[in-house]
């Protein structure tokens, strides 16, 4: 893939994350046609084009009841939540992921950032693999070079190459995002990379 193409597939996407993303694809394998495109297809969907590397945590009250049902299941228990990002994050992420009770503050300070980084035990994870303090510095996921490194490795940790050489989409769809979330989506950003890399679209 060279920048001209990915630039074509995703023609928003800010030139220091299109760099960094071309130097750390490789790095974990992502390295044919066929395992670029579902790299791409995915990522350009779970951050609008690299433009979003930071989870956004101002929810209306309907919104909350919708993404967390369980947590919101009535109005009133959404309403002190209702745009306030870091009480929110603080309360949806408690006690999981390897965060700590919400008045920890590990919620906030270990929310969703760069392609695909969520929790205190995944930012432990990710930066143990990839050598860097990035517990102590989760900031550092929203940089190009640092956030384009996280994305290669969650992928190849969770057998994303495998997946795509199988040509199991719903399958990788669901290592990145858990579930099924915007799949209409990410099968057209696939699809438009795999034109522009001149792959026959054989895909079941």
């Given at each position: 893939?060279?920048l001209?193409?990915?630039?074509?597939i995703?023609?928003?996407?800010?030139?220091?994350?299109?760099?960094?993303?071309?130097?750390?694809?490789?790095?974990?394998?992502?390295?044919t046609?066929?395992?670029?495109?579902?790299f791409i297809?995915?990522f350009?969907?779970?951050?609008?084009?690299?433009?979003s590397?930071?989870?956004?945590?101002?929810?209306?009250?309907?919104?909350?009841?919708?993404?967390?049902?369980?947590?919101?299941?009535?109005i009133?228990s959404?309403?002190?939540?209702e745009?306030?990002?870091?009480?929110?994050?603080?309360?949806?992420?408690?006690?999981?992921?390897?965060?700590?009770?919400?008045?920890?503050?590990?919620?906030?300070?270990?929310?969703?950032?760069?392609?695909?980084?969520t929790g205190?035990?995944?930012?432990?994870?990710?930066?143990?693999?990839?050598?860097?303090?990035?517990?102590?510095?989760?900031?550092r996921?929203?940089?190009?070079?640092v956030?384009?490194?996280v994305?290669?490795?969650?992928w190849?940790s969770?057998?994303?190459?495998?997946?795509?050489?199988?040509?199991d989409?719903?399958?990788?769809?669901r290592?990145?995002?858990?579930?099924?979330?915007?799949?209409?989506?990410?099968?057209?950003y696939?699809?438009?990379?795999?034109?522009?890399?001149?792959?026959?679209?054989?895909?079941?």
């Amino acid at each position: 893939m060279t920048l001209d193409q990915l630039k074509e597939i995703m023609p928003h996407c800010p030139g220091d994350w299109a760099h960094a993303l071309l130097i750390e694809m490789p790095k974990s394998d992502v390295n044919t046609t066929i395992r670029e495109a579902a790299f791409i297809g995915q990522f350009a969907v779970e951050t609008n084009e690299f433009r979003s590397v930071e989870e956004n945590l101002r929810y209306s009250v309907s919104a909350m009841m919708r993404v967390w049902p369980k947590r919101f299941p009535t109005i009133e228990s959404a309403v002190p939540y209702e745009q306030s990002p870091e009480a929110l994050a603080n309360f949806v992420y408690a006690n999981r992921m390897g965060n700590g009770h919400p008045e920890s503050g590990d919620g906030w300070m270990y929310r969703g950032r760069g392609p695909q980084l969520t929790g205190r035990d995944n930012y432990r994870a990710a930066g143990l693999a990839l050598n860097l303090p990035l517990e102590a510095e989760p900031e550092r996921v929203c940089r190009p070079e640092v956030g384009s490194a996280v994305a290669g490795w969650f992928w190849y940790s969770k057998g994303c190459n495998e997946l795509a050489d199988k040509r199991d989409y719903e399958g990788v769809t669901r290592k990145i995002n858990g579930g099924l979330t915007g799949y209409g989506q990410r099968i057209a950003y696939r699809d438009k990379a795999m034109s522009i890399l001149k792959v026959v679209n054989d895909w079941s």
